[in-house]
């Protein structure tokens, strides 16, 4: 079995100055769990997951979040979940900057 | 639609004297994100799901985790992954109160 832990998701992160960042985490059978890095600035732009559910959870920093018509202006260890077909979007507004844990499922092909 | 944020895990946490206390936060198709709270001393004995991945977040305090032969103790940020059919534990060795995420894909029964 691969290693089973993370003890310090920033280690991990790819932060990229050109767009978000992201470095796979793990990746069952019915669960992917990746991070979304943000310099200030970036963001992920709306959009849906046919059939697929998805939780963020804050590691680090401050994110505007949008699921549906909901928004809120999430802190590290704060949880977002956008159910499947459901319109959302990240960004960050910074001036630091934002990590996010996505867990996807099922995974994405 | 539910409320599609969490700002404060906290509050939603449910501690309970006698043995690890639950919470469900959110329940969609493919995914179930849940809180377990366990008081000093407090344990989750090994336990497989079948074909279910779960996934554990520790959003406060510090845990001893288990997943198949491999043992961590994790803190607050770290991140945990059993893949389905892998046997895994918690425990809180204390002083503190552990707070965990805790993600499965499918959703339970």
Known sequence: MDAAFVADARARARFDPQKMGKATLFEGSALFAGLNAFEPGQEHAAHAHKGTDKLYVVLEGR???TVGEQRSTLER???A???????HAVSNPGPGRLLVLAVL???PR
Chains 1, 2 share one sequence.
């Open 63 to 65: 994110g505007e979040f």
């Open 77 to 79: 260890g704060a949880i």
């Open 81 to 87: 979940f956008a159910p499947a077909d459901v319109s």
């Open 105 to 107: 499922a099922p995974p």
